[in-house]
């Protein structure tokens, strides 16, 4: 069943200038921090989905195409990220559709109170999903559309952060296409966005566009080469890179060229998350062809990814390597979040999600694991929730899911972290 998703977008007169959109009064409720969803109802179709998935240590599903070659893995050298007590969350593999009905979502942003601000790429809304409930799933409530998107290709509205002070400042920050750059711009909700960053080359395919605060607090922004592969390797062009800025949208102190550029060398990067060491992990999507391979990048000040001198692992030692490469085929991969010592990666033309552990010094335990393979359809968005629990959401509705999207489409799945309750984070 498809609930129904209300405008609730508040009108001028509704709010006055500058205040943030208040919070939602929730008399009665447990408060956060790590309050559970008490009241979360799964749909008809999520009831029978709930059943536990068996995470195996295989590869899922055979490729479609038997002639593309068996998944490459980097040989784990590392030692085991060192047990604490108690042991670290793990992804335990249930799962549910909480939210049902939307429209190719995007980017996933937080609330102090457990709910999200969810985007939806090609109709340029903001939805506000949760922490409210019905018999159909958590409540879904348009809270804003942003004016000027431009949803051509791949570009539209595309990343979404809440900030770390969103209770004192009440700022969110998007990054979204025009139809000249891709950009990045600050708001409180009901106002029009401000643009902080501007220029960020666009194209109808490679516009990157996720959004990220480190632990360091300054935003992170992932763009893409714009189809213009020798940008990546210009560290003057804001093209291909991993951006690293204030608030403000001015370069970062100590950033390595002085400049916003973090990382540089990369083709289209649309997933970002940090670990508990503070690392930051990225997925990378891989060119087409035989010799094609999607990444997962551990991101380090000043480093070059390589693209497009080198693809995947390569013998080049002025390039970094990925830490796990993929053929397209099972990845493609665009979100990624964090739990415990396990990297997930939110895959599309994989339909599945990639579950990487990885060491104390960033090299991967055993193979990748394979979660919800062919399940839901096409997977983007990854994030962990303030509960400690995992969202994913689909984009079946982009147009690339051979067989259609189906009636619920798209949808938002929670998955379960189990371990010491949950103390995973974005
Ligand atoms: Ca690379």
Redesign the pocket.
């Given at each position: 069943m498809t609930s129904p998703i209300r405008d609730r977008q508040p009108t001028r007169s509704q709010r006055p200038t500058g205040s943030p959109r208040p919070t939602r009064s929730r008399p009665g409720r447990p408060g956060r921090p790590g309050r559970p969803y008490r009241r979360i109802v799964p749909t008809a179709a999520a009831a029978s989905a709930l059943a536990l998935l068996l995470t195996g240590c295989g590869f899922g599903e055979p490729d479609d195409d038997p002639d593309l070659s068996p998944p490459q893995f980097p040989t784990p050298t590392g030692r085991p990220t060192e047990s604490a007590s108690p042991p670290p969350p793990e992804i335990t593999g249930a799962h549910q559709v909480i939210a049902s009905g939307l429209e190719i979502p995007w980017g996933v942003g937080f609330l102090p109170d457990g709910g999200a601000l969810v985007t939806e790429r090609d109709s340029g809304r903001i939805l506000q999903v949760g922490p409210d409930s019905t018999e159909d799933g958590l409540m879904v409530d348009v809270v804003q559309t942003v004016d000027g998107v431009n949803n051509a290709g791949e570009g539209g509205l595309l990343g979404i952060a809440v900030s770390p002070e969103y209770e004192a400042d009440g700022w969110v920050f998007v990054y979204y296409t025009t139809g000249r750059d891709n950009r990045i711009a600050r708001f409180q909700l009901g106002e029009p966005p401000e643009p902080i960053l501007t220029g960020i080359p666009r194209s109808g395919n490679h516009n990157g566009g996720q959004l990220g605060f480190g632990p360091d607090g300054y935003l992170y922004a992932s763009t893409g080469d714009s189809e213009v592969p020798s940008r990546a390797q210009d560290r003057d062009s804001l093209a291909g890179k991993i951006l690293r800025m204030t608030v403000d949208g001015d370069p970062a102190p100590d950033n390595p060229f002085d400049s916003r550029v973090w990382a540089y060398?990369?083709?289209n990067v649309q997933g970002l998350a940090w670990d508990g060491d503070e690392r930051l992990w990225a997925t990378?999507f891989g060119a087409s062809g035989a010799s094609a391979?999607d990444?997962l990048?551990l991101v380090e000040a000043g480093e070059n990814?390589?693209?497009p001198e080198?693809?995947?692992i390569g013998p080049d030692d002025r390039?970094?390597?990925?830490v796990v490469e993929w053929t397209t085929d099972e990845a493609s991969c665009s979100g990624a979040a964090v739990v415990g010592p396990t990297v997930a990666v939110a895959c599309l033309r994989g339909q599945r999600l990639w579950l990487v552990d990885v060491t104390g010094s960033g090299t991967v335990l055993g193979a990748p694991r394979p979660l919800l393979a062919g399940e839901y359809g096409r997977l983007r968005a990854a994030a962990v929730a303030p509960d400690g629990s995992l969202w994913i959401t689909t984009s079946n509705r982009d147009g690339r899911l051979n067989e259609g999207p189906g009636p619920d489409d798209d949808r938002i799945i929670q998955l379960v972290v189990g371990g010491s309750g949950g103390a995973g984070r974005a």
């Open positions: 060398g990369l083709r990378e391979r990444e990048n990814y390589g693209w080198v693809e995947g390039f970094r390597n990925p």
